[in-house]
């Protein structure tokens, strides 16, 4: 029985090949979409590499200060993270680490591009990068000010070519030598708040990270103790940030949020609008168009089918054809008889009302 459906069907896919190569090229290509925006969201949200302990983790990405005619928001200072976090009670660990920036290097007169980031020592403590060579940076090289870094695999493969070791040669960035004492795995680019080639110990960095400025190029990840502690320390740093005075009299108001992955990885960086809200309504919007189209060519092409037929029962003798969408019976007699039955058949397909004779 199976089989003499799988012949019909496909004799029913062969009548209009035109038809059918529209419907299934519109089903297939609405399933294409929705596949691949499904796993880019599960690649970005649902990975948790290099942050495996996200459970326990609160991320600080942004400072807003404003006033009754203006506004400024930005990704915060070194200054402020580490004076205002080192209140804190509730986290075991604070990494803190810069955006990546770019810039070029040449090898053998090639040029290459390079993102590289600023980091504490206890950013490779809250983060669980995988090293394939070498260790990251401690304590004592970051106050130290020691031109050591930690590379990508592809940075590595890039800069020094297909060699088994890399740990103590030297590699430039921003035309300055650092010793590379690590390589870890990549870090997706999608994945921008813990992206980058190379990382550096932030007192090498040629900007004042010691300015008392609030904002800066840098951001913030709290770990807790558990999971139920989390909670807790959103709460810690709220009530921290009410008593953080303002930097300017023209400003009012300050905020700045610690949030969980998805919701800093949205933000929008202004308070009034909600990242989340904005990106679930263009995924929204976004899937209900492409999932409409194949609707609509399905709903053609039924109309399209239904009329032939009605035309072809035109031409015979009296029927009864009943148009299921509509719900109403159609019935017509002989038009070429009676000319005012083609009138009237004219009227039943626009109105759906009945012939007479």
């Keep these: 029985m199976l089989k003499n459906y799988f012949k019909i ?23 294409t979409i929705l596949i691949v925006l499904t796993a880019f ?16 983790s609160l991320y600080i990405t942004r400072i807003q200060e404003s006033g009754d005619n203006n506004m400024m928001s930005s990704t915060l200072s070194y200054y402020f993270l ?25 090898v053998n007169n090639k040029k290459i591009a390079v993102n590289f980031k600023y980091t504490n020592a206890d950013y490779w403590d809250v983060l669980d990068y995988d090293f394939t060579e070498g260790k990251p940076f401690n304590k004592q090289q970051v ?12 940075m590595k493969r890039q800069y ?21 004492i690590g390589v870890v795995k990549n870090v997706p680019v999608t994945n921008y708040m813990l992206y980058s080639d190379i990382y550096l110990p932030y007192t090498v960095s040629k900007e004042d990270y010691k300015s008392k400025g609030y904002l800066g190029g840098y ?8 999971p139920g502690d989390v909670p807790k320390m959103k709460a810690e740093y709220e009530n921290i940030i009410k008593r953080v005075p303002v930097e300017r009299k023209e400003f009012k108001h300050l905020y700045s949020h610690a949030n969980t992955f998805f919701r800093s990885y949205v933000d929008t960086g202004n308070e009034e609008h909600s990242g989340v809200f904005i990106v679930v309504t263009a995924i929204s919007i976004f899937v209900f168009i492409f999932t409409l189209l194949p609707t609509l060519n399905l709903v053609n092409i039924n109309i ?17 054809c009943l148009v299921k969408n509509i719900g109403l019976p159609v019935y017509c007699r002989k038009p070429d008889t009676y000319f005012i039955g083609r009138l009237n058949w004219d009227c039943s397909i626009a109105d759906c009302a009945f012939c007479d004779q």
């Design 41 to 56: 969201i599960d690649k970005v949200i649902g990975d948790n590499y290099p942050d495996k302990k996200r459970d326990r």
């Design 82 to 106: 580490s004076h205002y976090t080192s209140m804190m009670k509730t986290p075991v660990k604070v990494a803190i680490s810069s955006m990546f920036k770019g810039t070029n290097t040449y």
């Design 304 to 320: 399209t089918r239904i009329m032939e037929r009605l035309v072809r029962n035109w031409r015979t003798e009296g029927f009864w």
């Design 160 to 180: 020094f070519g297909d060699v088994t070791q890399v740990v103590g040669k030297y590699i430039e960035a921003d035309n300055v030598n650092y010793r590379v």
């Design 9 to 31: 069907a496909i004799a029913v896919l062969k009548r209009r090949k035109f038809f059918t190569f529209i419907s299934l090229f519109g089903i297939s290509f609405t399933l």
């Design 219 to 226: 951001l913030g990840i709290l770990l807790a103790n558990s």
């Design 143 to 154: 106050s130290n000010a020691d031109r050591v870094a930690i590379i990508s695999e592809d």
